[in-house]
């Protein structure tokens, strides 16, 4: 199977994002060039800041495409690449009156008009397209370990029924689902020469690379960590609420992993999640009552209680560490430095 090895050019969207800024900063330290398609121009003004020795050197270019959901709308980005790395896809809407096609459009339109344009490339060999746990979590009675095979494929029946008043959460993963089952379909219905692996991150948690204060934004990954956090403090989340658990994975791991679903010859054609811990609120109390953070002052709750709670239903993510090699950061540490970070970005509790 065809893999992507530095000093090759890399198409990358979605690299001013939180996901894929990491995974940019990953690629230019690895060696790879990288051609990060933005819409409008003035989003280049954040690698400008800082990452000038890579534009200087030529290392990091340019592709301005101003609207990504129309056809051969990646016609000249993708030429001369030989891996492309796609993150661009819609948040979690932060509007309940946002219609579900506005979230769910762009996440399949824009995927088959980027597969579309690199099969008419003879260069590209291999595309990473960014899931999400999210699009795999199809609830069970009881028990249940997920794993790759599973698919939430209830999540686009229900929004389908329930329009504009389905949850936000819920129009996400529908747009997940069939944003990534679109991906497949296409793939197995036509000829091209590059394969195709899907990442499925779990929570992502992490310092943004770049310090934007807007990863503490509702909108952002790091909210669903801070949040609880503050509605402890508040009495919002009660304490037999303590033991509800989170997966989650570092934001430098999410990049690594994506770079090695680029460069693993054996992960063409495979859909691998990343998943670097788990953890219960309780632990989270835990861990900043033992590693004060000035300004962030958590419940005690029942120390220790969540050391050895194992959930009714969690994900079994060993694909990514036996197919990539993964490693993940100890959880603590990534803990600590999301809420040390949204500490300075001027979260308050």
């Given at each position: 199977m065809?893999?992507?090895?530095?000093?090759?050019?890399?198409?990358?969207t979605g690299?001013?994002g939180?996901?894929?800024?990491?995974?940019?900063?990953?690629?230019?330290?690895?060696?790879?060039?990288?051609?990060?398609?933005?819409?409008?121009?003035s989003?280049?003004?954040?690698?400008?800041?800082?990452?000038?020795?890579?534009?200087?050197s030529?290392?990091?270019?340019?592709v301005v495409i101003p609207?990504m959901?129309?056809?051969?709308?990646?016609?000249?980005?993708?030429q001369?690449v030989?891996?492309?790395?796609?993150?661009?896809?819609?948040?979690i809407?932060?509007?309940?009156?946002?219609?579900?096609e506005e979230v769910?459009?762009?996440a399949?339109?824009?995927t088959?008009?980027?597969?579309?344009g690199?099969?008419?490339?003879?260069?590209?060999?291999?595309?990473?397209i960014?899931?999400?746990?999210?699009?795999?979590?199809?609830?069970?009675e009881?028990?249940?370990?997920?794993?790759?095979?599973?698919?939430?494929?209830?999540?686009p029946?229900?929004?389908?029924?329930?329009?504009?008043?389905?949850?936000g959460?819920l129009?996400y993963?529908?747009?997940?689902v069939?944003?990534e089952?679109s991906?497949w379909?296409?793939?197995?219905?036509?000829?091209a020469?590059?394969?195709?692996?899907?990442?499925?991150p779990?929570?992502?948690?992490?310092?943004?690379?770049?310090?934007n204060?807007?990863?503490?934004?509702s909108?952002?990954?790091?909210?669903?960590?801070?949040?609880p956090?503050?509605?402890?403090?508040?009495g919002?989340l009660?304490?037999?609420?303590?033991?509800?658990?989170?997966?989650?994975?570092?934001?430098?791991?999410?990049?690594e992993?994506h770079?090695r679903?680029l460069?693993?010859?054996?992960?063409?054609?495979?859909r691998?999640?990343?998943?670097g811990?788990l953890?219960?609120?309780?632990?989270?109390f835990?861990?900043?009552n033992?590693?004060p953070?000035?300004g962030?002052?958590v419940?005690l709750g029942?120390?220790?209680?969540g050391?050895n709670?194992?959930?009714?239903?969690?994900?079994?993510?060993e694909?990514?560490?036996?197919?990539l090699?993964?490693?993940?950061?100890?959880?603590?540490?990534?803990l600590?430095e999301?809420?040390?970070?949204?500490v300075?970005f001027?979260?308050?509790?």
């Open positions: 065809s893999a992507v090895q530095p000093p090759a050019l890399v198409l990358l690299g001013t939180f996901i894929g800024s990491a995974i940019l900063v990953n690629l230019l330290q690895k060696g790879f060039s990288v051609r990060a398609a933005v819409r409008p121009q989003k280049t003004t954040t690698f400008h800041e800082h990452l000038k020795d890579y534009i200087d030529g290392k990091l270019t340019f609207d959901m129309v056809p051969n709308a990646f016609t000249e980005a993708v001369g030989e891996g492309i790395i796609h993150t661009a896809s819609p948040l809407p932060t509007d309940p009156s946002v219609e579900p769910i459009r762009p399949v339109e824009i088959r008009y980027l597969l579309e690199a099969a008419a490339s003879p260069t590209v060999k291999r595309v990473v960014t899931s999400s746990i999210a699009a795999m979590y199809e609830p069970h009881g028990k249940y370990v997920y794993t790759e095979n599973d698919w939430f494929d209830t999540a029946k229900i929004v389908a029924q329930a329009g504009i008043n389905a949850p959460h129009k993963m529908a747009s997940k069939l944003g089952r991906a379909s296409w793939v197995s219905e036509n000829t020469s590059f394969d195709l692996v899907t990442i499925l779990a929570w992502v948690w992490g310092r943004d690379v770049f310090s204060p807007e990863t503490i934004l909108s952002s990954s790091n909210f669903y960590l801070l949040n956090i503050s509605e402890a403090i508040s919002k009660r304490e037999n609420q303590y033991l509800s658990a989170s997966e989650f994975v570092d934001l430098k791991d999410a990049a992993g770079v679903a460069t693993t010859p054996a992960a063409g054609g495979e691998i999640a990343l998943k811990g953890v219960t609120w309780q632990d989270v835990d861990l900043v033992a590693n953070i000035e962030v002052t419940p029942n120390p220790g209680a050391k709670f194992t959930p009714e239903k969690y994900l079994l993510a694909k990514s560490e036996k197919l090699g993964m490693t993940y950061r100890k959880p603590e540490d990534a600590l999301t809420i040390r970070s949204g300075e001027g979260w308050k509790p």
